[in-house]
């Protein structure tokens, strides 16, 4: 439905695109099958992204001052599946989770990023 941009400047002054792009918590995606139906009885889109999670915050009346609310357990499982259903419905792909911690993952990246650098400034 929409989505947002962050955007900085590099040390040489050209624009760079930054941070997460084409997101579930930087856009918002909307079911075209039920997105009709919805809107004509007054109810909110079937969402696929962050907006699940903003929504329940709402009911609780958190509007991002104070201390956050503690949601179950349940709903992080949900926003999980909602989010795999996403994957799925934009790649076509099966979502198949990794088999190996992320903090190692993680890592393992960071270290390949800073010698790929390392040799790119020699």
């Known amino acids: ?23 579930p918590d930087s856009s918002r995606f909307w079911l075209a099958s039920s997105y009709q139906q919805r809107f004509e009885a007054g109810f909110e889109p079937e ?8 929504l329940l915050y709402a009911e609780l009346g958190y509007s991002g001052d104070g ?5 179950p357990d349940s709903v992080w ?3 999980s ?3 795999q259903e996403l994957y799925e ?9 990794c088999s190996y911690p992320a903090e190692e993952r ?3 990246t960071v270290e390949e990023l800073k010698e790929k ?6």
């Open 47 to 54: 969402s696929r992204d962050k907006e699940f999670v903003r």
């Open 89 to 97: 419905k934009l790649t076509g792909l099966t979502f198949v989770p």
């Open 106 to 108: 993680i890592l393992r």
């Open 117 to 122: 650098d390392a040799a790119r400034r020699t």
């Open 81 to 83: 599946i909602l989010y």
């Open 1 to 23: 439905m929409d989505t947002k941009y962050e955007f900085g400047i590099a040390p040489d002054g050209s624009l760079m695109l930054i941070d997460e792009v084409h997101t």
């Open 77 to 79: 499982i949900q926003t």
């Open 67 to 71: 201390d956050i609310p503690k949601l």
